[in-house]
């Protein structure tokens, strides 16, 4: 059996069925149900929330918006343009994180920064009005050290541009982290790089050290504007090493796997969400996971018409997304 609730002011064209019932909650307004045959259609107009039941068929509205959405039992949340912007959090964000607790559906946030701690990322949440814990967390640099566990063992020595949240993931870790014959070169962001630091990875990578990059992106999201991401640092070293990286973020899928072990649920009933097709919607794409794109911040939705792999949905923001899921 299907479902539908139009929002206010929607219409509703349902194909012809044995059986047709609309039901309106004792709580909402009355319905101005107008019924006639239009090429075998019955033609509904809501002033309130309807709910349309039926034997078989999808119904959506003739937007496409509203329809039998399935319901996904773990969510991968993008951060930046999607749960916040800058230093505020996006409307709506913590009602929707409440909402996924409140219904015990795990999530995890799986960011692409690597330059602060599972815990920074939580407090800055927390700061904004949005429940987190570290657990809830889970970015490159953990992902990076989860990968370099299953190449190398503790000790290996390693030559880190980044910052604190991934020098201390590694050193947790238990690698060295030095500039002397190091095994791999592993590059994050990095607001201090140096032509030394250039000069140094290339070195160690001509020299035979593995290439590791947190992620690939070109921007890097800020209060200003965008600034360069670590993707601009990543090509430099890559020029100069002559050397392409194993990249372990978004949109690989290196990193949804790990966070899809942490997070308990397999890839099939989970969905990804957030604002960049190129990193957040192929991920889901390269890994065999549903996407949800909002639009609250990189891409728009004429891009995602024309992007080669198309999000499995689209959404205003998250309280539309979480209206959908509640009907």
């Known amino acids: ?18 059986f047709v019932r609309v039901f309106i909650p004792v709580d909402e307004e009355q319905l101005d149900k107008k019924q006639g045959a239009v090429e075998g259609r019955f033609l509904l107009f809501a002033i309130g929330r309807t709910k349309v039941y039926t034997k078989r068929g999808e119904l959506t509205t003739t937007d496409g918006r509203w329809n039998n959405v399935k319901q996904y039992k773990g969510y991968l949340l993008d951060l930046d343009g999607t749960i916040y912007r800058g230093k505020e959090a996006i409307p709506g964000a913590a009602a929707f994180i409440t909402h996924l607790k409140t219904h015990q559906i795990p999530y995890l946030f799986l960011t692409n920064n690597s330059s602060a701690s599972a815990q920074h990322v939580a407090e800055r949440l927390v ?132 966070a899809l072990n942490q997070l308990g649920t397999a890839a099939a009933d989970t969905l990804i969400v957030g604002d960049n097709l190129y990193t957040d919607i192929e991920a889901g794409a390269n890994s065999g996971l549903d996407s949800l794109l909002v639009l609250t911040g990189y891409s728009t939705r004429e891009e995602a018409d024309q992007h080669h792999a198309a999000p499995t949905h689209i959404a205003e923001n998250l309280p539309e997304w979480q209206q959908r899921i509640s009907l």
Not at 193 to 201: G, H, N, Q, R, S
Request: glycine letters at 8%; charged letters at 15%; proline letters at 6%.
């Open 1 to 18: 059996m299907f479902v539908i609730r139009g929002p206010i002011g929607s219409s509703l064209f349902v194909p012809p069925l044995n």
């Open 127 to 258: 700061a904004m009005g949005i429940e987190a814990q570290a657990r809830d967390v889970y970015t490159t640099s953990m992902a990076t050290a989860t990968y370099l566990q299953e190449q190398a063992p503790a000790g290996t020595r390693v030559y880190v541009i980044g910052e604190a949240g991934l020098r201390d993931q590694l050193t947790d870790a238990g690698y060295v982290v030095t500039e002397e014959d190091p095994a791999y070169v592993i590059v994050g962001i990095d607001r201090a790089f140096t032509y030394e630091k250039l000069a140094i990875a290339a070195r160690a990578i001509r020299s035979g050290a593995a290439f590791i990059a947190t992620n690939a992106d070109a921007a890097l999201p800020t209060d200003a504007g965008l600034f360069p991401g670590n993707g601009s640092l990543v090509a430099a070293v890559s020029v100069a090493s002559a050397t392409k990286p194993i990249v372990i973020g978004k949109p690989e899928s290196i990193i949804v796997r790990y």
